[in-house]
């Protein structure tokens, strides 16, 4: 038979991939290089209790991945040993533990090598893996024996009603045990994103558990007094539920409380943290005033003790009402001068001066003790100033002059000070010396001319007039 040119050119393309095929069938899969002359792989001995189903070309994992092969199991004085070949080009650390695994209940053994660290030596050929760092899985057969006699010690009537309550108990119940599930799965997602985050967190638990440890005992003082008030909770369960009963109704008496207050409450409130601001900066004083209002009315009470329960309850207290008049004069350095002040008659309410009006004598001096200079600096202790201005710097009071100007100028500064002055644009300033007026009363109608040819009438001074109180007393005639 002759053959073509064209077909002796496709029997040898075809020879020559069945060449390539078995080659690559030969050297890659079968391992043809590796079972005969040993080439990219090392070998490990594994020693082990027994073989537990562990038989000749099962796999060698590392890591969940496939790195070998089991060589050989053979038998020798102490138990089995096991012949890895593994792999070369895979660092495998010698620090680990080889287990044998089942892949399922009826064999399909094969090494799975956990390693207890990334770091250190890789193996070697030749190195043994000792029997303490191996394990076998339990015998098949004895398990199942072991769980037949188990379900035989099971009374057959008890365990037909475990299973129907627990029939009943999850009856109908697919769709939450379904929820539970999906959330459980979910749960476990989430912990599976947030890994890094738990890890450290059970990494620094320690310190707060520490703490817990530490503080046993103040736990255990915490937990008596809860026992306690739970305690006095329930021997005033009455009281509690009453309030229960009763607090509804009285939170909403307060809710309405507060809407009818609520244009005024929140202005309330502002002003009363500014009253707390000055509570905070007085509060020196105020504890003194507290201290010293026991004493003061101590006194008063003992103004009417002396001639308690005597004949001479009628006289009343026991005080003394003699006037010292002029003692110590009045002091008028620091204020206007006589020419510029204002006379006591008149109702009308100008813009104050300008500056500071107080008393601007020494401070030691005996004219008005408890005047404005006197005042205590309470952020200051120990200084005395006039002003919260000069009170929070580090000016100190000067006076105007030694305080015995109480005549004629007393504004007659010796320390070269500004002397205060009425503000420009108010109302004029009576005359520089008022005459003296005197003017013709007529008592049967309280009528007269002033010196400013007004008629007044004071009908309190006729004979006729009706007895004077002390509030007519300090109010100026009206005029007519």
Not at 212 to 240: C, M
Not at 242 to 260: N, T, W, Y
Not at 356 to 382: H, I, K, T, W
Request: include cysteine; aromatic fraction near 6%; proline fraction near 9%.
């Amino acid at each position: 038979m002759v053959l073509s040119r064209k077909v002796r050119i496709q029997l040898v393309f075809f020879a020559i991939i069945t060449l390539v095929g078995g080659s690559i069938m030969t050297f890659n899969y079968i391992g043809l290089p590796n079972l005969l002359f040993g080439i990219g792989h090392y070998r490990v001995t594994v020693e082990l209790p027994e073989a537990a189903g562990l038989y000749k070309n099962a796999n060698v994992t590392y890591r969940g991945t496939e790195v070998g092969r089991v060589q050989s199991v053979d038998l020798d004085s102490t138990g089995v040993t096991a012949v890895l070949s593994l792999k070369s080009g895979i660092d495998i650390p010698k620090d680990l533990s080889a287990e044998v695994h089942s892949q399922s209940s009826v064999g399909e053994q094969y090494v799975a090598l956990l390693p207890h660290s990334d770091g250190g030596p890789a193996l070697e050929n030749g190195d043994v893996i000792p029997e303490s760092r191996t394990s076998v899985p339990p015998d098949i057969g004895t398990l199942l024996d072991s769980t037949n006699r188990g379900l035989e010690a099971i009374p057959d009537d008890n365990l037909q009603t475990a299973v129907s309550e627990a029939s009943v108990a999850v009856g109908g119940l697919g769709p939450d045990l379904s929820r539970l599930v999906r959330g459980s799965t979910q749960l476990a997602i989430d912990a599976r994103k947030n890994l890094d985050a738990l890890t450290n967190l059970v990494d620094n638990s320690r310190p707060i558990l520490d703490s817990q440890s530490d503080t046993a005992g103040s736990i255990d003082a915490w937990a008596a007094n809860l026992a306690s008030v739970t305690g006095q909770l329930r021997d005033e369960n009455p009281s509690v539920q009453g309030i229960l009963e009763r607090g509804p109704a009285a939170a909403d008496e307060v809710r309405q409380l507060f809407d009818r207050l609520q244009p005024t409450l929140p202005v309330v409130m502002a002003n009363l943290v500014t009253l707390g601001g000055v509570a905070v900066t007085y509060q020196p004083a105020l504890e003194q005033l507290l201290v010293l209002i026991p004493s003061a009315v101590e006194i008063v009470q003992a103004a009417g003790l002396t001639n308690r329960n005597t004949k001479q309850d009628y006289k009343g207290a026991f005080l003394s009402f003699n006037l010292n008049l002029n003692l110590p004069p009045p002091c008028t350095t620091g204020y206007l001068p006589p020419n510029q002040a204002r006379t006591t008659s008149l109702t009308d309410y100008p813009d104050r001066p300008a500056g500071d009006l107080y008393c601007r004598v020494p401070q030691d001096s005996m004219f008005n003790v408890r005047g404005a200079r006197n005042y205590p600096c309470l952020e200051r202790p120990g200084k005395r100033a006039p002003t919260a201005q000069m009170c929070e710097s580090d000016e100190n009071y000067v006076p105007l002059n030694e305080g015995t100007y109480w005549k004629g100028d007393p504004n007659a500064t010796t320390t070269g000070q500004p002397v205060p002055q009425p503000r420009t644009g108010t109302a004029p300033a009576p005359p520089t010396a008022a005459p003296l007026a005197v003017a013709e009363y007529d008592p049967a109608t309280g009528r007269y001319v002033g010196p400013d040819g007004r008629v007044y009438t004071q009908s309190d001074l006729a004979q006729n007039a009706q007895e004077k109180t002390w509030q007519t007393m300090m109010m100026p005639p009206n005029p007519k």
